[in-house]
């Protein structure tokens, strides 16, 4: 049968050589190899292009954070590293003109000089908690200040003192040489 049909085609080729198929068949054709060619949307490059896009944009943002949370401790140890030389420079100052202070007046209390001096000692040991627990640039500075404070709380009362002096021995000089 399969020879029969061969025979035929070949007998009657130039019959089929002549015709060709409507306009209507190619359309038809044409539309049914496009919906073949259809891709996906998860086939299209642009879209795997925007991922990625994306994808890195997301990864940089993230490792960024984490660098900004790991170096955000090493700040703040430098701060309070910081402190401690600046700590120990007001600290000996005080001491120095705490023993000054003492020097004018062995026996005698500081008066109002004491309660205030006290105080700022208390809320410098309030702050140095701080510091020790969270520290920041704004606890380091307050601590500063309060050291300043003080340091300048000292010189007044030694001012007084050194004019309350000076005042003695001019008294005493003048009902000696009368």
């Known amino acids: 049968m399969k020879d029969a049909l061969e025979d035929f085609v070949r007998k009657n080729r130039e019959a089929f050589d002549d015709k060709e198929p409507s306009e209507k068949v190619w359309k038809n054709i044409a539309v049914s190899t496009a919906v073949g060619k259809r891709t996906s949307v998860w086939n299209s490059v642009g879209l795997w292009r925007a991922a990625a896009v994306v994808f890195m944009a997301l990864s940089g943002y993230l490792l960024w954070q984490q660098v900004r949370v790991q170096t955000k401790p090493a700040h703040t140890e430098v701060a309070a590293n ?19 202070i003492d020097e004018f007046q062995k026996n005698e209390g500081l008066n109002g000089f004491t309660q205030d001096f006290q105080q700022l000692e208390a809320m410098y040991m309030v702050l140095k908690e701080e510091m020790k627990t969270s520290p920041s640039p704004k606890v380091k500075d307050a601590l500063v200040l309060n050291l300043l404070i003080r340091i300048d709380l000292l010189n007044q009362q030694l001012h007084m003192l050194e004019k309350q002096y000076s005042n003695k021995h001019e008294k005493e000089n003048k009902a000696k040489a009368v």
């Open 82 to 100: 910081d402190f401690k030389d600046v700590e120990a420079f007001y600290t000996k100052q005080i001491s120095e003109k705490v023993e000054m």
